[in-house]
């Protein structure tokens, strides 16, 4: 498994190389912008009347701002255990074609200062991670996730009308906080359908990781 690439812009999108994100911008920079966008206007926010009052509900008193940057360095620090689990957990090793009907959702929860200690890998702890329908999903989740789905629903088309695989979707929630539907790009039916199953099952490795908030690499991996 090659390291993974993420977009430097909106720190979602994730890539098998450097390559292939150069190659997806055109696809990719409407809704990079859009995120972009969201995330100055919650910067600006962050130290008005209004965005100092919402701190006291938040942990370690950060700002909504921060909050996100404190998801995206988290999603940044485990996004190899993610995107494995992603493809074991909606079997994309037997039929790729599974990311056309389902996402694989992640809920986990804030820790305090005192518990993750400004590590990046620990700021959040596991609740739980499964397959879910894409249908399911635009009545479960929140008013975000039609316009993230629809985008995935056009990245993935785009993406097999040109040749270059399917894109899968990953939605990670933090409970009562911000959440994320990340992109995974270029998987290939190929590529995965030599994949071994892991050794162990794969909520129990996701799991691991993030509790412990120790990072997958490509040396450590047992998959």
């Known amino acids: 498994m090659r390291k993974l690439s993420v977009c430097n812009a909106c720190k979602i999108a994730c890539?098998?190389?450097?390559d292939c994100q150069r190659t997806d911008w055109q696809k990719h920079k409407s809704m990079c912008r859009q995120q972009t966008a969201c995330r100055e206007m919650l910067k600006s926010f962050a130290n008005s009347p209004a965005g100092l009052?919402?701190?006291l509900f938040l942990p370690d008193g950060i700002?909504?701002?921060?909050?996100?940057?404190?998801?995206?360095?988290?999603v940044e620090f485990h996004k190899l255990v993610l995107s494995e689990c992603a493809i074991f957990g909606l079997e994309l090793h037997r039929d790729v074609s599974n990311c056309q009907r389902q996402v694989m959702y992640v809920g986990v929860r804030p820790r305090v200062r005192d518990e993750h200690k400004d590590k990046h890998g620990k700021f959040f702890s596991f609740v739980a991670a499964y397959p879910i329908d894409i249908s399911e999903a635009l009545e479960r989740y929140p008013p975000s996730c039609p316009t993230s789905l629809a985008y995935l629903k056009k990245r993935q088309d785009d993406s097999l009308k040109d040749g270059k695989g399917n894109v899968?979707?990953?939605i990670v929630e933090v409970f009562d906080g911000p959440s994320n539907l990340i992109p995974l790009t270029s998987l290939r039916e190929e590529m995965l359908k030599d994949r071994q199953y892991p050794g162990v099952k794969w909520r129990e490795c996701l799991m691991?990781?993030?509790?412990?908030?120790?990072?997958?690499?490509?040396?450590?991996?047992r998959f």
């Open 63 to 74: 700002s909504a701002y921060e909050y996100y940057e404190r998801l995206d360095r988290w």
């Open 168 to 170: 899968a979707g990953m």
């Open 15 to 18: 890539y098998c190389s450097k």
């Open 208 to 221: 691991f990781h993030i509790d412990s908030g120790l990072k997958l690499t490509p040396k450590t991996m």
């Open 53 to 55: 009052l919402g701190r």
